[in-house]
């Protein structure tokens, strides 16, 4: 079996996924993770829990089915997109996730762009973009997610939800829980005013605080 441990990997973290975030009810949730220029992408009709590593397709990166027991999900256009991004740029991105969770539909149905409101932005790139509403499964959202993660580790697709990408499916996970939790600490702000934006000048810095252990660079 192609890329049995990948496969393996892509049926865990749709699990995780789901108890992580949560999700709409139905498909909403999609796993992928690129081995060289083969990819694992969770499938379509299978609910996460059912999973089994032989549900899941190997697709190569020009969109080929090599293998797996039933088709890919329908957003495997955009994971596929994205990938190809990544490999042509040589980003070390190489896990792929999106899901429909309440505060990123939320988010993404208002904003035009989820603005950094808590250092932990810095993480994902800064102020993240919300792409133009497309329908879901097409060529055309996934054209505009491709764009949007450009320089940024996740994006807000329109009326949609979010997607996230990471060096590994733990941090494409990680960096998808990140996104839901700051949409919604800026949903809950916006209950009490208006929050207050870190410009680039001060993710800069968090930035570089970053780099450093406990003792930064003003401890003393």
């Known amino acids: 079996m192609l890329l049995e441990q990948e496969r393996r990997d892509v049926c865990l973290t749709a699990r995780?996924?789901?108890?992580?975030?949560?999700?709409?009810?139905?498909?909403?949730?999609?796993?992928?993770?690129?081995?060289g220029d083969l990819v694992v992408v969770t499938p379509h009709g299978v609910a996460p829990d059912q999973l089994q590593p032989a549900d899941c397709p190997v697709m190569s990166l020009d969109d080929r089915v090599l293998e797996g027991r039933h088709d890919p999900a329908a957003e495997a256009t955009l994971h596929m997109a994205v990938h190809?991004?990544?490999?042509?740029?040589?980003?070390?991105?190489?896990?792929v996730v999106n899901a429909f969770t309440t505060d990123t539909v939320a988010?993404?149905?208002v904003l035009a762009e989820l603005p950094p409101v808590?250092?932990?932005?810095?993480?994902?790139?800064?102020a993240i973009?919300?792409?133009?509403?497309t329908t879901y499964g097409t060529g055309e959202i996934a054209d505009q997610?491709?764009?949007?993660?450009?320089?940024r580790d996740a994006a807000l697709l329109a009326n949609h939800g979010g997607v996230a990408l990471g060096h590994g499916l733990e941090h494409a996970l990680e960096n998808l829980r990140l996104l839901d939790w700051l949409c919604a600490a800026y949903l809950r702000a916006r209950q009490i005013g208006e929050p207050r934006v870190l410009s680039e000048d001060e993710l800069?810095?968090?930035?570089?605080?970053?780099?450093?252990g406990w003792a930064g660079p003003d401890i003393f």
């Open 16 to 35: 995780n996924l789901v108890s992580a975030v949560g999700s709409a009810p139905g498909e909403s949730t999609t796993v992928s993770v690129r081995s």
């Open 84 to 95: 190809r991004q990544a490999a042509e740029h040589g980003r070390d991105a190489t896990a």
């Open 107 to 109: 988010v993404s149905s």
């Open 118 to 126: 808590h250092h932990r932005a810095a993480a994902l790139g800064g």
């Open 129 to 133: 973009t919300v792409t133009p509403y």
């Open 145 to 151: 997610a491709a764009k949007a993660l450009k320089g």
């Open 204 to 212: 800069a810095l968090v930035r570089q605080r970053g780099t450093y």
